[in-house]
């Protein structure tokens, strides 16, 4: 289900928009790179185009609750033709459903981030964890079933935070509740489709046309799945905090009193976080110590 | 009732004078225009398409429901009017739908104001956010069907390439237009074709009527990468190349489409200050 216009806040709409930029712009760029090596590579990503958009506005009957909904399509496309390009035919794809009223034009940075980035990136990662220790049916059917579960996720998500960031997470459980008697039967017609469509398709030797090699070094790969595994341990963790009644309240008084008893309550580091707010504050630590580290990482791996 | 009469008759008078001299004004002009083929001036898409971002923007900021639940009444009228409301009313659903998911949660979750209804309780306050959300929802869809349905898709295409929009997603847009049709054509043959040979019959289960779609778009896909990279190369070897541009170029944006679009801003700008002042 995608978000229509008039739900989220003007803030999260221009949130949204300028994540989904971020990943567009870098999809772009591998577009670009691969169309002057390969002339042929627009009509068959623009294609695959056209298979995301009829899949996501396909309605497909569900059993058990007599309704009808629609699978995502991006796990799939992202198998074929890579992530990065399946966010911008996402995205298009969701611009051309919001003439027909699916979704909506100010909410498509939001439905691009939950369809087109976090469904994509589910559905390959665990494609590409399956790929070498299970058939490539289970594997490409696995990724149907997370894409379209995350998708529908980060949905529930966004909009328990534009309509109550009050009490994000309680609202998030809500919404995603809310969604369950639709969307976990379709989740599991979606592994079903992208199972027997990806077997057909490489049986067929067109994925070889059309797969594509990862854009990314090893450095990057590694630094990216570091990221989304610390990131997945950190949203665990803090669900099962919330579980357990903490609330989110925080850990300042813990790390006062037992990692930092000595420090100066009016220290640099204090002023700063005060000035900017803990969240850019925290940004501002994080590419400050990312760009460094990043930089002279090579001189020390040589010196070695 | 008759107050105004014995107590206030000379705003009665004024009102009346000035409705019906407007009538008549009115009526006039409707006939001078339809005599001499005037159809009112369309408003230039690049404008549209800003405006309607705008607008849609502003209805989130609304506090009242009563403003957005105008927007779609007005919309409605036009829809009626335009003889579009069939299909605009087929499209509202799904973001209707959406909505109403959006009051319920909210009208049993959130506020502290219990109001029981018998069977459940709801909270008012809730019920009012929910209703808001549901009201800019209407309005925004509304707007967003009315609009766009007045724009071919060539000429959206144009305009997100007058607003400076990367080429290669102007080129697979452009593409994208055109395999939606065909892939939706063939695929609802291929699937008609597919139901005439029982195909999707009761006796088939879930399992296999799920084999059989995915084998219809398995072999769509694989015949139409071929064709569709046979139909590029002919495109290219004709001269077509990728980020040539538009053929049909667009007109700079003239005075009256900038007094236009200031017009249209200002008034959602008036609508706004209307709102968050009621």
Redesign the interface.
């Known amino acids: 289900?995608?978000?229509?216009?008039?739900?989220?806040?003007?803030e999260w709409?221009f949130f949204w928009f300028a994540i989904s930029a971020i990943f567009?712009a870098l999809g772009?760029r591998i577009?670009?790179k691969r169309?002057k090596e390969d002339?042929?590579y627009?009509?068959?990503?623009?294609?695959?185009?056209?298979?995301v958009?009829?899949?996501s506005v396909w309605h497909?009957p569900v059993?058990v609750t007599g309704s009808s909904s629609h699978p995502v399509g991006t796990p799939m496309a992202s198998i074929i033709i890579g992530p990065f390009a399946t966010v911008?035919?996402s995205a298009?794809?969701l611009?051309?459903q919001?003439?027909?009223?699916?979704g909506?034009?100010?909410t498509i940075g939001a439905n691009t981030f939950s369809m087109g980035i976090v469904g994509t990136f589910g559905g390959y990662f665990t494609y590409r964890l399956l790929k070498n220790i299970s058939p490539l049916w289970f594997s490409a059917g696995t990724a149907g079933l997370v894409g379209s579960i995350f998708t529908y996720m980060t949905t529930a998500l966004e909009?328990a935070l534009s309509?109550?960031p009050g009490n994000v997470m309680?609202?998030w459980e809500?919404?995603s509740l809310?969604f369950i008697p639709t969307q976990l039967p379709l989740a599991f017609?979606e592994f079903?489709?992208t199972?027997?469509?990806i077997?057909?398709?490489s049986e067929?030797g067109?994925m070889e046309?059309?797969a594509v090699s990862c854009p990314l070094d090893r450095f990057t790969k590694t630094a990216l799945l570091l990221m989304f595994s610390i990131l997945s341990i950190i949203a665990i963790g803090a669900y099962v905090g919330y579980l357990d009644g903490a609330k989110m309240a925080g850990t300042d008084g813990i790390v006062e009193t037992q990692a930092a008893p000595s420090a100066s309550p009016d220290g640099i580091g204090v002023r700063l976080m005060a000035l900017l707010g803990e969240p850019l504050g925290f940004a501002m630590v994080g590419i400050t110590g990312g760009l460094f580290t990043g930089y002279f990482l090579s001189d020390l791996r040589r010196k070695k | 009732m008759l107050e105004w009469l014995s107590g206030d008759p000379l705003n009665g008078a004024i009102i009346t004078i000035t409705f019906f001299i407007s009538l008549i004004i009115g009526k006039y002009i409707r006939m001078k225009r339809t005599a001499s083929g005037y159809r009112g001036k369309s408003i230039d898409q690049r404008i549209k398409l800003i405006v309607l971002f705008f607008l849609i923007i502003s209805i989130t900021l609304m506090t009242h429901w009563y403003t957005p639940m105008g927007i779609s009444m007005v919309c409605i009228l036009i829809s009626i009017r335009t003889n579009i409301f069939q299909e605009y009313s087929r499209k509202l659903v799904f973001p209707v739908v959406l909505s109403l998911f959006i009051i319920v949660i909210q009208g049993l979750t959130y506020g502290s104001t219990k109001i029981d209804l018998g069977i459940i309780s709801v909270y008012k306050e809730g019920f009012e956010y929910g209703f808001l959300v549901f009201s800019r929802v209407f309005a925004a869809t509304s707007l967003t069907i009315l609009m766009l349905s007045t724009a071919s898709e060539t000429e959206i295409l144009d305009t997100m390439r007058w607003y400076r929009i990367p080429a290669a997603l102007i080129d697979i847009s452009s593409l994208m237009m055109r395999y939606i049709k065909a892939f939706s054509t063939e695929s609802r043959k291929m699937k008609r074709a597919q139901e005439s040979r029982c195909g999707f019959s009761g006796s088939c289960g879930f399992r296999g009527k799920m084999h059989n779609l995915a084998s219809i778009s398995g072999a769509l896909i694989s015949r139409a990468f071929i064709r569709a990279e046979q139909v590029y190369i002919a495109m290219i070897s004709r001269g077509w190349k990728h980020d040539q541009g538009s053929f049909s170029r667009l007109r700079s944006l003239n005075n009256s489409d900038m007094i236009m679009g200031f017009v249209l801003s200002a008034g959602i700008i008036i609508l706004l200050g209307i709102d968050r002042a009621l």
């Open positions: 289900m995608h978000i229509s216009d008039g739900i989220l806040k003007p709409v567009i772009l577009i670009n169309i002339p042929v627009l009509p068959r990503i623009a294609l695959l185009g056209a298979v958009f009829v899949i497909i059993p911008v035919i298009i794809a611009f051309f919001s003439f027909v009223a699916h909506g034009l100010t909009l309509l109550n309680h609202y809500l919404y809310g017609a079903a489709f199972a027997y469509v077997k057909y398709i067929t067109s046309k059309t």
